[in-house]
């Protein structure tokens, strides 16, 4: 059985001599975090997960709190719609 710990693919091992390939290696690390950095629909694909994680958490321990919030984001889009109709029919 391996103990070995996987590292991320933005960081560098240590312990390497050779000036080229820790030259390559830290590149191919910075690389990976600029990568993982600009790509945001994948950085928001993951909060998204995260989020629908949470409020599924949430929603098994308090479930009648979690109705309430639905029930008053709904009135809040609900009255949010209306004085926008009537505003503009004013």
Known sequence: MSS???????AVPLG??????RARIELKATLAAIEDKANVPRRMSRASERAKLH???????????????VLA???AVGTLVWSIIRAYTR
């Open 73 to 75: 984001g709904a009135a």
């Open 55 to 69: 409020a599924r958490a949430f929603t098994k321990e308090n479930p009648v709190a979690a109705g309430a919030l």
């Open 4 to 10: 070995e710990v996987q590292l991320p693919r933005t």
């Open 16 to 21: 390497i001599t050779d000036p080229v390939e």
